[in-house]
């Protein structure tokens, strides 16, 4: 028997620190969903204390989730600790993150604390959170730019205090590998007690180097891995789940370590992740990007069509990447789209499945086949936005060279429609113009991108945006074979990200990460 690597996500945590990545309740419990049948150890569900957003959110989901443990992250304050531990409790194996940071730099122009001051925080913390749960993680907020020897020490009071997992984050992604795990091998070493605790790492990808430094820390006997779907997270994000346990999968020789991680759902994970946040992943990601398993060089073709070990070390289907994606059409019924929808990792309840299977049909009136990049943006559009504010009921505009481009649009607000129609410099200008009239809503779009879902004259347009109001900024996203009502869903997409933002304020003080 291998001995085990613990997967710890933190796409719903740290993971939506990535600029304009809000969730909203409904999107992260789909997303926890996903990630139980995923099968990550531990799940880290906010951050209670830092809005009211993010508490509902650890609720909701600590209530529903069945077998994974379920993290709430917080400062060494009792507020804070109360908080997460209001938020976790109902979870079936609750755990509180504690964090406090470490380096001089931080602790002389963020904290203003000694280092002894900072020890005895730490200690009173988790003695604290002790008193609710034995699942206790402590992280040392700045780590790898710390002193190592008195990380040895705070660690060491840590543990005494009862953490049962100690981890050392690369929080400005400045760590090179070697570097890294001599650190993490040192303080493995020096730290009192470590045999009772587990050595978890957590790396940003600043450097591009997240992946590297994990890896190079579990060969010196790391044993957590702190990680997002898709490498998402605050500013060049976090180290990635699915490249992180396709190493160990890939390479078992080298790393003879194991998870639990089913990998035929990382490709479905990943594209739900996508689906929601409106983070597309860059075509040459490892794993997930769509050019990750496409042999472009004739000679690779050759040689793959021969014998696929000669260029390919794994196969697209073990991460759930089918290989024929051409799926549906007009004639397929609603057992066969109910059947495939499971395998793309949505199981839908009956209601849910009535409306997917109407909106597949008039999709299939408009599209000759149906592949799994349009089911998703169905899925998205109708069943993960539901609990919207503004929803999209009618579009009409009219432009042309010699015309004046007009919208005629009516939304849906509250429940109640209501209707209108502006003008622009053009047909998405002008969709944008008579939308914020109905809303209200005055943000700046930031960013406008269009693509392809598929190949074909007749393929879905996808719009992502990005809007910024008042301070907030959201991403928005959308798809349609009309690129007009794709661009005009994305909008209205952001727009209800930056409401949920509005009723969601991060408190300034707990702050994001
Ligand atoms: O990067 C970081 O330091 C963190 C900690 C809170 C674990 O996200
Ligand atoms: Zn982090």
Redesign the pocket.
């Known amino acids: 028997m291998t001995e085990r690597i613990i997967i710890f996500d933190?796409t719903l945590r740290?993971g939506e620190?990535s600029p304009g990545a809000s969730m909203n309740t409904a999107e992260k419990l789909r997303l926890a969903t996903q990630m139980e049948k995923l099968g990550v150890d531990v799940l880290e569900a906010g951050f209670p204390a830092s809005s009211q957003g993010d508490f509902e959110a650890v609720s909701t989901i600590s209530a529903k989730l069945q077998k994974t443990e379920i993290a709430a992250l917080s400062r060494t304050s009792k507020e804070d600790i109360d908080r997460a531990w209001q938020a976790v409790k109902k979870a079936v194996k609750p755990k509180i993150h504690i964090f406090i940071a470490t380096s001089d730099i931080h602790l002389k122009y963020k904290l203003n604390m000694s280092r002894e001051e900072v020890i005895k925080d730490t200690v009173e913390a988790i003695r604290y959170a002790k008193t609710f749960t034995d699942r206790i993680e402590f992280s040392t907020?700045d780590g790898s730019r710390s002193d190592r020897d008195y990380l040895c020490k705070v660690f060491g009071a840590a543990i005494e205090a009862g953490a049962t997992t100690i981890n050392l984050?690369d929080?400005v992604g400045y760590a090179v590998p070697r570097e890294y795990s001599d650190l993490i091998k040192y303080v493995m070493a020096h730290t009192p007690n470590m045999h009772k605790a587990i050595m978890s790492v957590?790396c940003?990808n600043d450097l591009g180097l997240a992946t590297a430094n994990s890896l190079a820390a579990i060969d010196v006997g790391a044993r957590q891995v702190?990680v997002t779907i898709n490498g998402i997270?605050?500013r060049a994000g976090?180290t990635s789940l699915e490249e992180i346990v396709m190493a160990l999968h890939t390479r078992p020789n080298y790393f003879p370590l194991s998870t639990n991680i089913k990998t035929e759902h990382i490709y479905p994970t990943s594209r739900l992740v996508s689906m929601i946040t409106g983070i597309m992943v860059q075509p040459n990601k490892a794993i997930v990007g769509a050019n990750a398993f496409a042999h472009e060089a004739g000679i690779h073709q050759d040689g793959v069509l021969k014998n696929p070990m000669t260029y390919e070390i794994m196969k697209p289907e073990i991460i759930g990447l089918s290989a024929n994606n051409l799926v549906l059409g007009k004639h397929s019924g609603r057992h066969a789209l109910h059947t495939h929808l499971k395998d793309l990792g949505y199981d839908l309840a009956d209601d849910e499945l009535n409306l997917v299977f109407k909106k597949f049909k008039n999709l299939a009136d408009k599209k000759k086949t149906i592949v799994d990049e349009d089911l998703e943006a169905i899925v998205t559009d109708e069943i993960l936005r539901t609990s919207e504010l503004f929803k999209l009921e009618y579009l009409h505009v009219s432009s042309g060279t010699t015309v004046l481009p007009i919208a005629s649009i009516k939304l849906i607000i509250s429940g109640k429609s209501v209707q209108g129609s502006g003008y622009g410099n053009g047909p998405i200008d002008s969709t944008f113009n008579t939308i914020a009239q109905l809303t209200g809503t005055r943000s700046e779009l930031l960013r406008f991108s269009i693509s392809a879902l598929t190949g074909g004259t007749d393929a879905q347009g996808e719009v992502t945006v990005r809007l910024q109001e008042n301070g907030f900024i959201a991403l928005g996203r959308g798809s349609d074979p009309d690129i007009i009502t794709a661009s005009a869903k994305a909008y209205i997409n952001g727009l209800n990200r930056i409401e949920h933002l509005k009723k969601n304020p991060v408190n300034i003080l707990a702050g994001r990460?």
């Open positions: 933190t740290d620190q907020e984050p929080t957590h940003h702190e997270g605050e976090n990460l």
